[in-house]
Each structure stands twice: as C-alpha cells, then as structure tokens.
C-alpha cells in the first residue's frame, strides 16, 4: 500500500504564504499525476491543483497566479505554495496522487488532510 502524509497547514493572516507537502511512502513503481483538493463543511472537495508526469499543471481560476504545485519524484512528495492568501482559501486541504504500484497495475491514494485557516 501507499501511504500519503500531508503537513504544513496553519492558521494565518489575509496575505500571508503557506507552503504544503505531502510525501508517499510505501509500494511505489511511480506517480504519475498528483492532485490538491480543498474541502470546506457542507461543500464537497474542489480540485484546487494538479500536476501530471507529463508536465501538465492545472490550477483553480481563483489561486491561478497565487499557488503553484511543484513535485519532486525522486523524494516523491508534491508541494503547494500558497501566497497572497484570502479567507476564501480556508478549508482542509488533501493531497492525492495517482500511483502505479507495480508495472501496469494503478491506484488512486488519499492523504488526511492539513488545515489551512486564514483570518481577515
């Protein structure tokens, strides 16, 4: 099995950084495409950003130009910097990635999700 840990989240201030990671452990072949998704209560979890093993980045209209996802597949850990944050960008914040596990056989994996709380 694969393991994800998130860490990083904290409460902050209207305009401040945060910098998220999530590292896999356990029965890797390879991780193709890693995803951040953002949850708040009573809303189901919204893809806030993703990066594919072909070098495709997609983003959230609303954090395009403030995140950006960036990965290290030898230490095979993604990261999400957050800057010029907004109360709007409160929510738990769960990393998932799309792992091969052995040649030819993939599995989708879930981390438990950080908070990230920013006051105004």
């Known amino acids: 099995q694969v393991q994800l840990v998130e860490s990083g989240g904290a409460l902050v201030q209207t305009g401040q950084s945060l910098k998220l990671s999530c590292a896999a452990s356990g029965t890797i072949y390879r991780i193709y495409t890693w995803n951040w998704y953002r949850q708040v209560p009573g809303n189901q979890r919204e893809s806030v950003a993703t990066s594919t093993h072909e070098g495709m980045i997609r983003y959230k209209d609303s954090v395009r130009g403030r995140f950006t996802i960036s990965r290290d597949d030898v230490q095979n850990t993604v990261y999400l910097q957050m800057n010029n944050l907004k109360p709007e960008d409160t929510g738990v914040y769960f990393c998932?990635?799309?792992?091969?596990?052995?040649?030819?056989?993939?599995?989708?994996?879930w981390g438990q999700g950080t908070q990230v709380t920013v006051s105004s």
């Open positions: 998932n990635a799309d792992v091969a596990i052995q040649l030819g056989l993939r599995r989708g994996f």
